[in-house]
Each structure stands twice: as structure tokens, then as C-alpha cells.
């Protein structure tokens, strides 16, 4: 596995997205209003920015209150070659997924993600139709 980004779930998206251009002065790479998206280019491990409960939603956690600690604030991405496989060979040593393997068409990826020990989420992903 290979750390592609990380991803801070933010509770107030515009506010995040000027702190980290305006103040920090990172270059953005995508940004994306209606979805509420934005990539900075830090280097070869990416930040993304997405609101918490974007995030919520697509873990299937939406009903979980906002600010409550269970919530993750941030997401370790890791790129592997295929995403089925992968899910497959961690659930052999007993790991627990939140999901299962799926298409998010409108990221282009194929994901699932788990939890560290600690509730950390994880995301693993591989574009859909070949390597970026």
C-alpha cells in the first residue's frame, strides 16, 4: 500500500479551503464547489478537504451527530492495486471493514474502508479504468 492523501474531514468546508490556500498558501489542484471537494498538491501524499458529514454519508454513518468523538476528523487514503484483493487479504487476518468494496463513480475510485484500533478510519482505493 502506498499513503496517496490524506483527507481532513472538516466541519466548515469554505473556511477550511481559504485557510489552507489564503494562509498556508498550498497550491490547489481540484476543487470541486458543488461536491464540496478540494486537493492540495503538498507533494506525492496529497490533503484533501471534504465536510464531515460528506464523509458521514459515504461511510454509511450519517446518523451519528456531527461532533460527537466517534466521528473521524481525518482519513488515511492508501492507493493499492486492487481494491477487491486487498479487502479480501485484511479480512483473512481478521480486520473489520465499515464497507464493503464499492464504486464511487462520481471520485472515479473503487474504495472500502476500515478502522484502526483506535477508530481511525481508513479508506483503500484504486481509480476506476486503470491507474491516474
Known amino acids: 500500500m502506498k499513503l496517496l492523501q490524506i483527507r481532513l474531514l472538516v466541519k466548515d468546508f469554505r473556511k477550511s479551503v481559504s485557510f ?3 494562509h498556508l498558501e498550498l497550491p490547489i489542484s481540484l476543487y470541486e464547489e458543488a461536491m464540496e471537494y478540494a486537493l492540495f498538491d503538498t507533494g506525492e501524499t ?6 464531515r458529514n460528506v ?14 468523538e466517534t466521528q473521524s476528523s481525518f ?6 492495486e486492487n ?4 479487502y479480501k487479504h485484511l479480512r483473512e487476518k481478521d480486520i473489520t471493514f465499515v464497507n464493503e468494496p ?5 471520485w472515479g475510485a473503487r474504495i472500502a474502508h476500515l478502522r484502526d484500533p483506535d477508530g481511525n478510519l481508513i479508506e483503500i482505493y ?5 491507474d491516474e
Open 20 to 22: 489552507y490556500k489564503k
Open 46 to 51: 496529497k490533503i484533501e478537504l471534504l465536510p
Open 55 to 68: 464523509m458521514a454519508r459515504g461511510v454509511g454513518e450519517e446518523n451519528k451527530p456531527v461532533d460527537v
Open 75 to 80: 482519513l488515511f487514503q492508501f492507493k493499492v
Open 83 to 86: 481494491v477487491d484483493k486487498a
Open 102 to 106: 464499492h464504486d464511487r463513480t462520481e
Open 126 to 130: 484504486t481509480m476506476l479504468g486503470g
